[in-house]
């Protein structure tokens, strides 16, 4: 991946990677295979939880690749991506940079809920993982998806199975079912051997079909 000037942000590798591999190995064949596959890499926090959410919604319904190039474009329009700086920006330099109309909308409300101090941001360190996702969904645009990537690449909890995640079905059904469609309740099922390490296995999951590592 490019280097960005959010690129230059991530501080921080999930303390608990090392472990959880281990034990994802041992429990499932799948990830046994894949997870010598890619070495060191793992998830990682860029640190900013506004930086986060704003990739999560640039991300929405477009592929890794194509989310990184709009991103690339729209990041070179403030100085610095911040809640105040994207307030500033004007709509139609928003849109040649490739967001949607919609989008644009969902990226302002978003600022301003940072900017009005109307979400608990130091808190939630604190909360559990669905009372974060019942405070992010209150924010246009922000849906279950959106909050469950917030919680994995921001507060990089353990345990999250993004069900919505078109990549986390695609990969269920590449690597476990030779590619034949799969139900939420049949990807819930396959997942029951990852807990308590869910965000892990769903990473590789990602992985074993993107040669990017995704990242919000």
């Given at each position: 991946m490019a280097a960005t000037k959010t690129a230059a942000a991530v501080v921080a590798t999930?303390?608990?990677?090392?472990d959880a591999c281990t034990h994802l190995a041992k429990r499932d064949r799948v990830l046994k295979r894949l997870i010598p596959r890619f070495g060191d890499a793992s998830l990682e926090s860029r640190g900013d939880a506004f930086v986060t959410l704003a990739r999560s919604i640039v991300g929405q319904q477009v592929s890794v690749k194509s989310a990184q190039s709009i991103w690339n474009r729209f990041e070179?329009?403030?100085r610095r991506v911040t809640p105040g700086n994207v307030l500033k920006l004007k709509v139609d330099d928003m849109r040649?940079?490739?967001?949607?109309?919609?989008?644009?909308?969902?990226?302002?409300?978003?600022?301003?809920?940072?900017?009005?101090?109307?979400?608990?941001?130091?808190?939630?360190?604190?909360?559990?993982?669905?009372?974060?996702?019942?405070?992010?969904?209150?924010?246009?645009g922000i849906g279950r998806w959106t909050a469950e990537?917030?919680?994995?690449?921001?507060?990089?909890?353990?345990?999250?199975?993004?069900?919505?995640?078109?990549?986390?079905?695609?990969?269920?059904?590449?690597?476990?079912?030779?590619?034949?469609p799969v139900s939420r309740s049949e990807a819930r099922e396959v997942a029951e051997a990852w807990a308590p390490w869910r965000t892990v296995a769903t990473w590789?999951?990602?992985?074993?079909?993107?040669?990017?590592?995704?990242?919000?």
């Open positions: 999930p303390h608990y990677w090392g070179q329009l403030p040649a940079a490739g967001l949607s109309a919609r989008k644009v909308e969902y990226l302002v409300d978003l600022a301003l809920h940072f900017d009005s101090g109307r979400i608990h941001v130091k808190q939630w360190q604190d909360m559990d993982d669905e009372a974060i996702v019942a405070e992010l969904v209150a924010i246009r990537m917030f919680l994995m690449f921001h507060l990089m909890r353990p345990d999250i199975l993004p069900l919505d995640d078109v990549g986390l079905i695609n990969g269920i059904s590449h690597n476990y079912f030779s590619g034949e590789y999951m990602w992985r074993s079909l993107e040669p990017v590592p995704v990242a919000y």
